[in-house]
């Protein structure tokens, strides 16, 4: 992991909102599997990977 921190990371990287960190009735694990999900979407925010490719992540 680089000890930088950056703009303009290109395709290695994904994005998420900044009120999933804030809410706090969303438990660490719901919040892993949405950022996971953020990871994994598409350029149409779409999202297909199975429960157990979750499960591995």
Do not use: H
Not at 20 to 29: A, K, L, P, S, T
């Amino acid at each position: 992991m680089s000890d930088q921190v950056r703009k303009g990371w290109g395709r290695d990287f994904f994005q998420a909102p900044n009120e999933i960190f804030d809410r706090r009735d969303i438990n660490v694990y719901a919040k892993a599997v949405y950022l996971y999900l953020c990871r994994r979407a598409d350029d149409d925010s779409q999202a297909f990977p199975t429960y157990a490719r979750i499960a591995e992540a």
